[in-house]
């Protein structure tokens, strides 16, 4: 049974290794698009601390994901692009990797899921992933294979298995697992894919 996600903005790592693992997996389009959710939001470790990056959203009351819009009134993705800079920096990876980033960011993608879709197509290149996304067409409320809200910013993801790998704050902050999957990139390059599999 194919596997059913909900779209997520630079999702967490334990998203990340479940979606990689994939050979072919839906990403839901269909439902009343919820708040407070990693379907427009990310978390990033910073000087200061795990901080919180949100996309702002056009919606209503009744909005399906496939029609939320994105809000260009703030720059919010200079914004982002600039703590992220501040956060890695410093990070192994980050010149190797800002490049990508910089050209899906500041492109002005008319709604979320054509973002969300981007990053995480970039994402599964980098890794080598020959996971096949695909959109629902209908909604379902009971699938089978339903993880649309194992990852979740309310509920926290298990992360026991979640081995500790070099963050670039470790001299003054403890580690942190599952932040957004960017953390691991900037970190530990072509061996994120390896740190996915341990965690799977």
């Not at 839901?28 to 978390?43: H, M």
């Not at 001299?171 to 390059?189: I, K, Q």
């Amino acid at each position: 049974m194919t596997p059913l996600f909900s779209t997520a903005y630079l999702p967490p790592i334990a998203y990340v290794a479940a979606l990689s693992a994939q050979s072919e997996a839906l990403i839901e389009t269909q439902e009343t698009f919820p708040k407070q959710t990693y379907r427009n939001r990310t978390e990033i470790m910073t000087a200061g601390g795990v901080r919180t990056l949100s996309v702002p959203v056009v919606r209503n009351n009744h909005s399906r994901t496939e029609e939320v819009g994105i809000d260009y009134k703030e720059r919010w993705n200079v914004i982002h692009l600039r703590t992220i800079a501040a956060a890695y920096s410093a990070s192994p990876y980050y010149l190797y990797y800002k490049d990508d980033l910089e050209k899906i960011l500041l492109q002005r993608y008319e709604r979320l899921i054509d973002l969300n879709d981007a990053l995480l197509q970039w994402i599964l290149r980098t890794l080598k992933s020959g996971c096949q996304i695909r959109h629902t067409q209908d909604f379902v409320k009971d699938h089978p294979a339903d993880l649309r809200d194992t990852f979740s910013p309310k509920h926290p993801y298990p992360t026991e298995g979640h081995k500790p790998y070099y963050q670039v704050f470790a001299d003054r902050l403890p580690f942190t697992p599952n932040l957004s999957f960017l953390d691991l990139l900037m970190n530990l390059g072509p061996e994120a894919g390896e740190y996915l599999k341990s965690i799977t």
